[in-house]
């Protein structure tokens, strides 16, 4: 589900239900076959789903709609957390015509 909308906001227990599964089960899952917490997952997915939009030439504003941030501040604290950079400072180094 969260592949096909990345910017899906329900809870783990909502996106759980939907699925068929407690959250505890998707709980366990994630952190035996994934060796991360759905959480850190969530947002390693929304990071590399803006990446590859960025890559693309869309707009910060655009790309952090896409994923599901309020404002493209937050996007971009949550950018700088993950990445240690902002997403312009990210593609500045070294992608330049």
Do not use: C
């Amino acid at each position: 589900m969260l592949r096909a909308n990345p910017a899906d906001r329900r809870s783990l227990a909502e996106l759980a239900s939907t699925a068929g599964a407690s959250h505890r089960t998707i709980e366990r899952l994630f952190a035996t076959e994934g060796r991360m917490s759905f959480g850190r997952w969530r947002i390693r997915h929304k990071m590399l789903v803006a990446l590859e939009q960025l890559a693309n030439g869309e707009s910060v504003s655009n790309v952090a709609d896409a994923v599901g941030y309020e404002t493209p501040s937050s996007f971009i604290a949550a950018f700088r957390t993950t990445f240690g950079t902002t997403p312009t400072a990210y593609f500045s180094n070294g992608t330049s015509d």
